[in-house]
């Protein structure tokens, strides 16, 4: 009897929930922070929802006012915060270390702790909602004096503050812990040019981050001062400035904006190169782009505050315009790489292509809201809803599905059903545009965001009608994509012994070790000659034409 | 090394040209300081790469190692530890307590210098 029960124990340590709460191993770490961040996708999807439902037909009233303050606060809260960039961040942990050739982590038990002190605080700025006055209402920017004690008195504004603090607290660790397994930690022969794009994006993400929180960190606990020693930091009575606020919050937001949109760019690289099978065009451009895109990213944060009247508009006008470079030279870079390749239209990379065309659109719509007299007429309107739903939306989230059938039998040893891919991706890619294209046109025609519902304006109704059931569709989309990977799972056994490859055309590290790796990654390392070391493993007889 | 000491340099010019075009540009202070703390972080990581030039080297940056030797030194590693989930509930606590309920905020810091000190001793 006593023997069964240690055993079950040892069990429940060995393979059961225990030995998830106690993993430090990268690559587990990094599936709970990819699970975690789905878990918020699907909450802050719901919330999306609750949003299109409201604003379905002029003067509706599905939802309270103060309910709809807060179910956008906590949409955009845990869309930025919660689950493009904390996927990145877990694709990242999976990744790095086997795409460098390491066994782990340079940090295990702090990779640990980022990611749980990640859990608590998403949870915390959830907990709101169980309190008395609900949650955080004053949008994910958290302006003052929207959230000073005197507009926003309930405690859920705390948690939700406390509950950012947390999330930054983990994201900066990450990026320490990452930076140092960048630098450090690569195998013999895997010299930095030798490193993949991907991680590339991530390192620089990182250093992005090491720049750019500090910022958050200031802003988030000015509002603690604020609302509890009565610090009157941004009340223009006393002295303070309110504009001080938005200030700190964008030199951290706009850099924000890339730190979530790098690594993205890395996963589509990536994905580029391996179905197109042909080696990465441009690879020091690529790299180079993503140092140009991080530093310009650093001095834009003003151009989310020209109509405050209080900041130098040319300057930071010129300088949001000249990110346009950088990101030029990465779609040409991705574009040649395609130009003449064996191109294979799996469903990885009909995600990366949806993602060049949804974020050319979000990225030339960024271009024309850097020209002020552009800016000063569609500020506040749903024209910048749509064109940042455009860079995080059809961005990001198409180049993290892309990643996630690309590197689903990497990490699962299954790969998920094409058919169902392809169905996932269409839908997603027609729900998509049928929310945001209107929303565009509904922001030119001067419809302001954040309201909780609209006059009756020729065309508005109609307009904000096709953007709910492109709700709708992304829904059903994201239903396609779990009962794809509940049906891939049922016939696994089927698909076992997964290849080291099962794409054909890896290049990088990752690709020659098993589907899924073991603990410590690699039973033995492949000779690091070039900057494709599988596919040179694989096809030696190409070997003499990888870049070195 | 010489890239890392290379990439960081670059950054700190980078941030020091901006604060300067910045500074000349607008005479704003704020933003200035902003962007001079970014020139600063930099130059504090260049100092302390070129510092350890000498005693420091990369696997990563020996092309020609044999790259079966990979990882030897940090395999060693367990993969588990109870310590970095307390030490989250324990960080989480004090830094919520302290806000908004002071008797957890310090029964959490207690719990969180336990924690530290179990932690030590596990890794070494």
Known sequence: MNAVAISSKQRLVEHGIISWLITTNHKRVGILYMVTSLAFFGVAGFLADVIRLQLVQPDASFVSPNVYNEVFTLHGTAMIFLFIAPFSFGLANYLVPLQIGAADMAFPRLNAYSYWIFLIGGVTIFGGLGVEGGAGNAGWTGYAPLSTIQTAAGTGMDLWILGLILVSLSTTLTAINSLVTILVFRAPGMSMWRIPVFCWDVLVTFLLVLMAFPSLFVALFSLLLERHLGAKLFDAPWGGDPVMYQHLFWFFGHPEVYVMILPAFGMITEIVGVFSRKPIFGYSGLVLSAFGIAGLSMSVWAHHMFTTGAVNDPFFSAMSFAIAVPTGIKFFNWIATMWRGEISLDTPMLFAIGFMLNFLLGGVTGVMVASPPIDFNVEDSYFLVSHFHYVLGGGAMFAIFGALYMWWPKIWGVKLNERLGKLHFWSMMIGFNLVFFPMMLLGVAGMPRRVYTYPNLPGWGTLNFVETIGAAIITVSTAVFIWNIVMSHRTAEAQRPLADDPWGGGQALEWATSSPPPEFNFHALPPIRSKRPAFDLHYPEYAKDSPK | ?124
Not at chain 2, 5 to 20: R, Y
Not at chain 2, 69 to 96: D, K, M, N, Y
């Open chain 2, 1 to 124: 090394m010489k890239i890392s000491i290379k990439m960081f340099s670059f950054a700190m010019v980078f941030g020091l040209v901006i604060c300067a075009a910045y500074w000349f540009d607008t005479g704003d202070a704020p933003g200035t300081v902003f962007l001079g703390f970014m020139a600063i972080g930099f130059l504090w990581v260049v100092l302390y790469l070129f510092g350890s030039r000498k005693t420091t080297t990369y696997d990563g940056d020996e092309e020609r190692l044999p790259s079966e030797l990979a990882g030897e030194h940090i395999a060693v590693v367990s993969s588990e530890s109870p310590w970095p989930i307390l030490l989250a509930i324990t960080t989480s606590a004090f830094l919520i307590g302290t806000v908004l309920h002071p008797m957890l905020g310090f029964f959490a810091i207690v719990c969180f210098f336990i924690v530290v000190w179990q932690l030590a001793r596990e890794s070494t």
